[in-house]
């Protein structure tokens, strides 16, 4: 099998998940940091979800069949659903385990090589996310962009854990508090996360409309390749995770020929297709037996 780019790209955040996963936790037995814990605790997200990806991006990339006529690209909205489910389950271990620590406090140690670790693990998740990001953008692939933006909050998260550790390391004993309180701010950061995908899966399975600044661009296109006596009205649009569907009622004089009205579609779903790409444009047209004013009619107005 052929893969596309998009699997390719889910496939560059397995391998990448699977590497920081092994520098994670062996930064966590060198230190014995719950907020290093809780930053490889979060790495196991990040490989369950790329693993997501990699199938749904696979079922995505199926064409048209006969008892799925708009195509698979829903099946998108379930990766980034279940990546968000998966993400506050993986904030509330962390939690549990920043609370056991702050009530059973535990000296840390090895932490000079332990962050340089934790270092190198975060430098591979910010150039997966980054490369990911790029073809998520030129593909408009929601499953990719959750899981690129999941590893680029997992790298800021590092970032803040390394800098918190390097502070416990130089500071008086009494300090060390500090580790388990960046855990929990990076659980509740986390469970933040988790929501937002949670909410924008949702939204695109209930066929949410295009997004209101597309809304007002795709109106402006139409009624500028409209002819001047035609109007449109019942706009709907929606998105299933690339593709976008929009649909409406245009009303042309009542005189007008199939052909003409047929041109007239045409000219008004090329210009749709050039502005946006991925997008299935169906036109219902009607006549409009209203008259229209002449320009003797308006003279004598």
Request: one cysteine or more; glycine letters at 6%.
């Amino acid at each position: 099998m052929k893969l596309g780019k998009l699997q390719r790209m889910a496939l560059l955040s397995i391998t990448a998940s699977l590497a920081t996963l092994l520098l994670k936790f062996a930064a966590y037995f060198l230190t014995g940091s719950v907020s290093l814990f809780s930053d490889a605790a979060e790495s196991l997200v990040n490989l369950a979800a790329g693993l997501m990806a990699f199938f749904v991006l696979t079922v995505a990339a199926r064409p048209a069949d006969e008892n799925h006529a708009y195509g698979h690209d829903k099946a998108e909205y379930f990766s980034s659903g279940v990546e968000g489910a998966l993400i506050i389950v993986a904030a509330a271990a962390i939690g549990y385990a920043a609370v056991n620590r702050l009530l059973h406090p535990q000296p840390l140690s090895s932490l000079g090589i332990g962050l340089s670790i934790a270092a190198a693990a975060a430098a591979v998740n910010y150039g997966a996310a980054r490369a990911m990001l790029k073809v998520a953008r030129q593909y408009d692939s929601i499953t990719l962009e959750a899981d690129a933006k999941h590893l680029l909050t997992d790298v800021w998260t590092s970032a803040g854990v390394i800098g918190g550790l390097l502070v416990v390391s130089y500071a008086p004993p009494g300090w060390r508090v500090l580790d388990p309180l960046m855990a929990l701010a990076m659980a509740l950061n986390i469970i933040h996360t988790g929501v937002s995908l949670l909410r924008r899966s949702l939204d695109g399975l209930m066929d949410i409309a295009l997004p209101p600044e597309e809304v007002v661009r795709i109106e402006a296109l139409i009624r500028r390749e409209a002819s001047p006596d035609s109007s449109f009205h019942a706009l709907r649009t929606r998105k299933a995770g690339p593709r976008r569907f929009i649909e409406f009622h245009l009303l042309v004089p009542g005189g007008t020929t199939v052909r003409m009205a047929h041109g007239l579609c045409d000219r008004i779903e090329d210009a749709i297709a050039q502005a946006f790409a991925n997008t299935s444009v169906i036109i219902h047209t009607e006549p409009d037996e209203r008259p229209f004013p002449s320009p003797l009619d308006a003279e004598n107005g």
